[in-house]
């Protein structure tokens, strides 16, 4: 597709349980972010990619969270021995320009929900 | 961190009618992105604005950015409808770098028929 796209759209997990979120980012888009997105807030930054180098991960909250991008394309957001305060949306968005200057093209989101 | 306040948190009113929304900083940004959301969907870019006291008009919504890149504000001209859902404001840090965004926690902005 020509967008951003993301999966599961939703995922139910239970407490402790390990989750994979996958994001397909538009094809050539060098730069990759995931961001948390907590209900009625706005979207908080975990992780960037720059092709395969993960160049910042300080937004991410805890050593149980894990992001890779192997190959500069896909990338997956790991969360094991998931906590209920993980239930949020997560969303990925990709952009053609390094760091954070361009257009970021974000998608529908994972709805992470741990009971 | 470089925090982004937004206000009024909720907004609801009447089709036709006009409304402004704020975005405000202690930090100077180099730019500020202002972005729409609606349920279930990833945000989406409105405008980017880069110089101090830039005015851009997309339709019926009016962006300006503060003279000190610090704040900035959208405005909406006889309110639709479809204009429903939640406007984002991003700050770009004047430092640049790799680590992201810096958003605001949003407007969430209902028009009733």
């Known amino acids: 597709g020509a967008g951003v796209s993301q999966s599961p759209r939703y995922k139910v997990a239970k407490r402790g349980q390990d989750v994979a979120l996958r994001c397909d980012p538009i094809s050539g888009h060098v730069s990759l972010f995931w961001y948390q997105q907590a209900l009625g807030q706005g979207p908080e930054f975990l992780t960037y990619f720059q092709n395969e180098a993960q160049l910042d991960k300080s937004g991410l909250p805890s050593d149980r969270f894990f992001a890779e991008r192997p190959e500069g394309s896909v990338s997956t957001l790991k969360i094991q021995r998931t906590q209920q305060e993980d239930s949020a949306v997560y969303l990925c968005a990709s952009s053609f320009l390094t760091g954070n200057t361009g257009e970021l093209f974000f998608g529908e989101g994972s709805r992470l929900t741990v009971l | 961190t470089q925090l982004l306040e937004q206000s009024p948190q909720f907004l609801s009113i009447q089709e036709g009618e006009n409304l402004t929304v704020y975005c405000n900083s202690s930090s100077v940004f180099s730019s500020l992105q202002w972005y729409r959301q609606e349920p279930g969907e990833g945000p989406v870019l409105l405008v980017t604005?880069?110089?101090?006291?830039e005015v851009k008009k997309l339709k019926r919504l009016t962006f300006q950015f503060g003279d000190a890149r610090k704040d900035s504000s959208l405005h909406i001209t006889a309110a639709q409808p479809g204009d429903t859902g939640l406007y984002l404001c991003?700050?770009?840090?004047?430092?640049?770098?790799?680590?992201?965004?810096?958003f605001g926690k949003g407007t969430h902005l209902i028009i009733q028929p």
């Open positions: 604005v880069v110089t101090g006291g």
């Open positions: 991003a700050g770009v840090g004047s430092g640049g770098g790799a680590d992201g965004l810096t």
